[in-house]
């Protein structure tokens, strides 16, 4: 099952504009990570956030991680065209064994040029 | 080589075909992973291997049957599908103690 939920779905942008996406969750985590999707290929990690990390920079993403409200939101900045992709919050749950993620339900985000 | 490499990019099988999508990795990870991904939605996690034991396996029918031959070898045999497992079919690996997942860029499964 999936426990994470994002928002919005879909989100479409200018170029040079920001972009921010939501992802909430539902159990303790060890850490959250984001993933990029384009089209129809595979997943790329873009950055990881630990449990007793607020907040992560690396280069134009921003993360940031509320444990208490158990959500988290990815912020890019000065959005290029190239950045038109499905984005995944992806947790890692806490202390369950499995060494398996669960990954949200994704934002589409579309960058107009 | 932080690459994940699956074959076919592209798979296109009747009902009573059977079939196998290959993973490959060179990068000592001991961890590999199999997703499904339906159009517009998250991957889901079908099954687990680490250090070349099945690990986990999310209750996927017996018409999906994986193989883990070495330690940098994911197989995934396919027989008897349905046209509703018609799918992007996604390979993951990942090192021990490193939690990021890295992603092959996955094959299109087709079920006529």
């Known amino acids: 099952s999936q426990q994470g939920e994002e928002d919005p779905q879909a989100l479409s942008i200018q170029e040079g504009e920001n972009a921010t996406m939501n992802c909430s969750y539902k159990t303790s985590i060890n850490n959250l990570q984001w993933y990029r999707q384009n089209s129809g290929r595979g997943l790329v990690h873009l950055i990881l956030i630990r449990s007793n990390e607020r907040e992560k920079h690396s280069g134009r993403l921003r993360v940031t991680l509320d444990t208490s409200k158990k959500s988290s939101s990815l912020l890019i900045t000065a959005s290029r065209a190239a950045d038109t992709a499905s984005y995944f919050c992806?947790?890692?749950?806490?202390?369950?064994?499995?060494?398996?993620?669960?990954f949200g339900s994704g934002t589409r985000l579309q960058v107009q040029p | 080589d932080t690459e994940v490499t699956q074959t076919p990019k592209h798979l296109v099988m009747g009902m009573t075909n059977k079939k196998s999508l290959k993973c490959e990795q060179h990068?000592?990870?001991?961890?590999m992973y199999w997703y499904k991904q339906k159009a517009k939605k998250p991957p889901e996690l079908m099954f687990v291997y680490s250090y070349e034991k099945l690990s986990i396996n999310e209750s996927v029918p017996s018409r999906f049957s994986p193989e883990c031959p070495n330690s940098s070898l994911l197989n995934l045999h396919l027989h008897a599908l349905q046209p509703e497992d018609s799918a992007l079919y996604l390979c993951?690996?990942?090192?021990?103690?490193?939690?990021?997942?890295?992603f092959g860029p996955g094959t299109r499964l087709l079920v006529l």
């Open positions: 993951a690996s990942s090192g021990q103690g490193q939690e990021t997942q890295y």
């Open positions: 992806a947790t890692d749950p806490y202390d369950t064994g499995r060494r398996a993620l669960t």
């Open positions: 990068m000592g990870h001991r961890a």
